[in-house]
Structures are given as C-alpha cells and as structure tokens.
C-alpha cells in the first residue's frame, strides 16, 4: 500500500528564515501528489499539487515543493517565513492509476514560526 | 461562495447517544468523503462516495454510517457513539478527477463521554 512520511512533527523556524517540510512517499512509480496546509480551526486546504508537468512546482503564499523522483521525495519550501504560516501541514499521495478515493495523507507537520 | 459546511462545529455527547453531523456542499462537486483527525494519526478517511446512492468504506469505517440521497449533502451518523469516537471530523468535497483537489469543511469537534 502507498505511504508517505513526513520527516518531524514539529519544525521550528524564525520569521525570515527558510521553511523546509519533508515529505517522502513509498513508490516505485511516482504519484500524484499534494500539499496540504491547516491553519488553527479551520479544514484543509490546498498549497499545491505535483502534475508531472514541471519537477518545480509553485503554490499560494510563496511556497514551492520540489518532486525528486531518485529520493522519491517531494520537500516543501518557502525562502523567508512569516508569522502568518504558523499551522500545520500535510503532504498527500494518490498512486497513479488507482481510484480517486486512495489518497493518503501523510501525518502532517507543525510549523512553528517566532518572531 | 464556494464551499463546505458542516453542523454542528462543536458537539458533546454521551456514550450511546445517536447523532448526525451534516455535510453540505455547494459546488456541484461528485466526490465527498469523510475523515476523522486525530493527533500523531494525521487524517483517515471513514467513508466515501463518488455519487448520489454510491458510498463506501474507508480506511475506518466502524462506527459509523453515511448516506448520499443528495448530490450536495452526505451525513455522517454515529449509531451509537463510544468514546474512542471522540475527534475532529472533516467533510470535503471534489470534482472527483486525479487532480482535483479536496475541499474541506472547517470541522467538527465531537466529544463522548
């Protein structure tokens, strides 16, 4: 079955410095995969998503993921974080091929930004 | 707007005790799901459905009940709730292609007692 770990629960940043969140998945044939982010009390909702069209992919709020086939990995980044990313997210994967159902979420990451 | 929404947003209950958190959306979306949150647990899909009268089990089904009689609504029902329930739930709703995204109501924080 597919899976995806994110490395840490918690990762602690300064505002303006570089937000790194990992997330690798279990696949020998890479997957559709998303990024989700949680601000507090409030649903999912979606950073970005890998189409195969371009390894780099940017999404809402400055964030980026980078999809590294060799590592099957697909790191999400922004250059300077802002007070305002403090929340928690969750990187997704659908195996090609498979019904849309069989999304697994990863366990998700908090991000912690200090002033 | 576009959107999901889910009642109550809070609820306590007891042990036993039946109850119904709705789910609407109103986007016209084919695909809705719920799924439960849990810490250190991440998110687990219960039930879905990809269209009016079609639903089935997720990743944690026991428990619980759905029905889709509406494209825009799907409940979710606890028959009778154990404390084990007790967790944040999320509807979300999608077009129902590979990359669609989901969209997520804000939640309900179920407690049983």
């Known amino acids: 079955a597919q899976s995806v770990t994110q490395l840490g629960s918690h990762v602690s940043v300064s505002e303006g410095a570089l937000v790194l969140l990992r997330c690798n998945y279990s696949s020998s044939v890479p997957p559709y995969l998303f990024w989700y982010v949680q601000y507090p009390n409030q649903g999912l909702q979606l950073l970005l998503k890998?189409?195969?069209?371009?390894?780099l992919v940017k999404g809402i709020n400055g964030f980026e993921a980078e999809f590294k086939k060799s590592e099957t990995s697909f790191h999400l980044t922004k250059p300077s974080a802002h007070m305002s990313d403090a929340a928690e997210y969750f990187c997704?994967?659908?195996?090609?091929?498979?019904?849309?159902?069989?999304?697994?979420f990863g366990k998700g990451t908090m991000l912690l930004v200090s002033p | 707007e576009a959107q999901v929404t889910q009642n109550p947003r809070y609820l306590i209950t007891v042990t036993g005790k039946k109850l119904t958190v709705t789910c609407s959306q109103n986007m016209n979306h084919e695909y809705m799901s719920w799924y439960r949150q849990d810490p250190g647990l991440g998110l687990r899909q219960i039930y879905y459905s990809m269209n009016v009268e079609v639903t089935d089990k997720g990743d944690v089904p026991e428990g619980y009940k759905v029905s889709r009689k509406e494209k825009r609504n799907f409940p979710l029902i606890l028959e009778s709730p154990s404390p084990n329930q007790t967790s944040l739930y999320f509807c979300a709703s999608s077009t129902g292609t590979v990359y669609s995204p989901l969209h997520f109501g804000n939640g309900t924080r179920l407690t049983v007692t």
């Open positions: 890998y189409t195969s069209a371009a390894t």
């Open positions: 997704a994967v659908r195996p090609l091929n498979s019904g849309y159902s069989t999304l697994t």
